[in-house]
């Protein structure tokens, strides 16, 4: 099979290689089993180190593995084959961490034989289809994707069934010091607001200053945006009023659209348009773009 194929695929979903277990179901309607392949000894089973989703909640494991002791596991681990008899997890690490918690001896499993990329693509679909990834696992994950297997920002669209812009601002976070990505890690920060503070020159205190008085995403903007203006430009030399809000937000959507910090000053009845790029490939993304309109 080649590798666009492959991708298509990807990109339709999960179904194509784990059943119909990703399937939306009706509100009110219970979802349906899945059949599995086989049952097997749980200690047969491993975690794979390359899982993007990092955090478990254990509150919520705990809960779960009561469902499980009750119920047992509706949906099946979804695995593939490392060594004889040993298997090692694509999707469903939350049900088999539960499942540990629960006392079980045995699990049930889907088994399919792929390599490492499908493995990876198809925990990251798993994860971001159940929305089971903080922003900063999903970041990583595509990441990864790109770092080892050579996708573009496009393919990681294509497979995820997300916007390249997504993808983008997604990768921006990663640009972040330790501390914010820690912030956003554990719930103290959105996505949103830790967008807002990439282009800062001081995220870490921006940072605590909106989860201590927790401020909005939109309000975070706005510190971002005074912030940068005081660095850049404390007092204006062309006595520039402050920008309105109706301008902030069309920066804001531009920047979001397009990935890229994007910056907008009126001046009469013209003005500046900037879009700041830090690699080739992204003033080639522009350029596609502009082109194609």
């Not at 007092?235 to 910056?263: H, M, Q, Y």
Request: with cysteine.
């Amino acid at each position: 099979m080649s590798e666009d194929v492959s991708k298509r695929r990807l990109g339709r979903g999960l179904a194509a290689l784990i059943g119909e277990m990703d399937q939306p179901v009706p509100v009110g309607e219970p979802r349906p089993a899945v059949n599995p392949d086989r049952t097997i000894p749980i200690e047969f089973v491993a975690r794979s180190p390359k899982n993007p989703r990092r955090y478990f909640d254990e509150a919520e494991l705990q809960d779960l593995a009561g469902s499980i002791r009750q119920h047992g596991i509706v949906q099946p681990v979804v695995v593939r084959t490392v060594s004889t008899d040993r298997y090692e997890i694509i999707a469903g690490e939350r049900r088999w961490r539960a499942a540990q918690l629960a006392g079980l001896v045995d699990i049930p499993v889907i088994v399919r034989d792929v390599d490492d990329r499908t493995a990876l693509e198809l925990a990251i679909v798993e994860n971001v289809q159940r929305a089971d990834l903080n922003p900063l696992e999903e970041a990583l994950g595509y990441e990864q994707l790109i770092a080892e297997h050579g996708y573009t920002q496009n393919d990681l669209g294509e497979i995820i069934g997300k916007s390249r812009s997504h993808v983008a601002n997604s990768l921006r976070l990663l640009k972040l010091p330790d501390p914010v990505r820690d912030m956003l890690a554990d719930g103290s920060l959105s996505a949103g607001h830790a967008r807002a503070l990439v282009s800062t020159s001081d995220p870490v205190t921006l940072a605590k200053t909106i989860a201590q008085k927790g401020l909005s995403v939109r309000d975070a903007e706005k510190l971002a945006q005074n912030h940068i203006k005081a660095q850049q430009d404390p007092v204006p030399a062309d006595n520039r009023e402050p920008k309105d809000s109706d301008t902030i937000a069309l920066e804001r959507s531009l920047s979001d659209r397009l990935g890229l910090s994007v910056t907008i000053n009126h001046k009469g009845s013209g003005g500046q348009l900037k879009i700041n790029y830090k690699t080739l490939d992204q003033l080639e993304e522009i350029c596609r773009l502009l082109e194609a309109r």
